[in-house]
C-alpha cells in the first residue's frame, strides 16, 4: 500500500487567485496522478505527473491553467491557476502501489476548493 | 484515448437482493479493470479488479466477469448489506502509460 498525505484538506478561494496542492508520498514512485471530483461527479484525470519530465496532461486540461511539479519521486504539487467557481471542486493525487504487476491506485484524502 | 461507460447511474436493491453494475469500454488495448467503492466524503478504495487474461473473479459476495470481445464487464454483489451503499465506479486501463481511465459512476442504495 501507499500512504499520501495532501494539504490543504479544503479552502476557499477568491475568483482570479491560485492555489496550490501538495502531494507527499510515503514510498517513491515512478508516476503520480491527479484526478479531479467535482460534487457528485466521476473522477477525471487532469494529468500524469513523472519525476524529471513535463507532465503529460489529458484532453481538455491545460498546463497554463494546472502546472504541476514533480521534483522527486514522493512528492509533486498541482497548482489551479487564475480560479474561477468552475473550478470548485475536490482534487485527489493518486498513486499506484510499489508492489510489481498490481495496478491498484491509492488515493490521498482530497484538497476540497470552493472558488467564490 | 479510453472511453468507459458505467451503468445505470443510480441502483436501489432490496437488502439481501443482488446488485449489478455494467461498463463498456473502447480500447481493444485495454488489459486492467478495477472497481473503486467511494463512500461519502472518503477516498475511492479498490474493491476488485480482473486482468484480460481472465474471465471472472470472485472475493467473498463480489465477483468481476469480463467479455473482452464485446469489450464489457460487470460487477456483481451478491446478498447486499446496508455497508454496501455507496458509488462504485468501475475502470479501465490500458498498460501502455498506466493512467486509468474512470466511468461516471453508479450510486447504490441498499433499501431494508
Known amino acids: 500500500s501507499a500512504v499520501i498525505s495532501q494539504k490543504p484538506s479544503r479552502d476557499i478561494c477568491q475568483r482570479g487567485t491560485s492555489l496550490t496542492i501538495q502531494c507527499q508520498v510515503d514510498s517513491q514512485v515512478t508516476m503520480m496522478f491527479w484526478y479531479r471530483q467535482q460534487p457528485g461527479q466521476s473522477l477525471t484525470l487532469i494529468a500524469t505527473?513523472?519525476?524529471?519530465?513535463?507532465?503529460?496532461?489529458e484532453s481538455g486540461f491545460v498546463i497554463d491553467k494546472f502546472p504541476i511539479s514533480r521534483p522527486n519521486l514522493t512528492f509533486s504539487t498541482l497548482t489551479v491557476s487564475n480560479m474561477s467557481p468552475e473550478d470548485s471542486s475536490i482534487y485527489l493525487c493518486?498513486?499506484?502501489?510499489?508492489?510489481?504487476?498490481?495496478?491498484?491506485?491509492?488515493f490521498g484524502e482530497g484538497s476540497r476548493l470552493t472558488v467564490l | 484515448g479510453e472511453n468507459v461507460e458505467q451503468h445505470p447511474s443510480t441502483l436501489s436493491v432490496q437488502e439481501g437482493d443482488s446488485a449489478v453494475i455494467k461498463c463498456t469500454y473502447s480500447d481493444s488495448a485495454s488489459n486492467y479493470f478495477p472497481w473503486y467503492k467511494q463512500e461519502l466524503g472518503k477516498r475511492p478504495q479498490l474493491i476488485i479488479d480482473?486482468?484480460?487474461?481472465?474471465g471472472e473473479k470472485k472475493d467473498q459476495r463480489i465477483a468481476v466477469t469480463l467479455n473482452k470481445t464485446a469489450k464489457h464487464f460487470s460487477l456483481h454483489i451478491t446478498e447486499t448489506q446496508p455497508e454496501d451503499s455507496a458509488v462504485y465506479f468501475c475502470a479501465a486501463s490500458s498498460g501502455r502509460d498506466d493512467k486509468i481511465i474512470f466511468g461516471k459512476g453508479t450510486r447504490l442504495h441498499i433499501l431494508p
Open positions: 493518486s498513486v499506484k502501489g510499489a508492489t510489481p504487476n498490481t495496478g491498484e491506485l491509492f
Open positions: 505527473a513523472n519525476q524529471g519530465s513535463e507532465a503529460t496532461y
Open positions: 480482473i486482468r484480460s487474461n481472465v
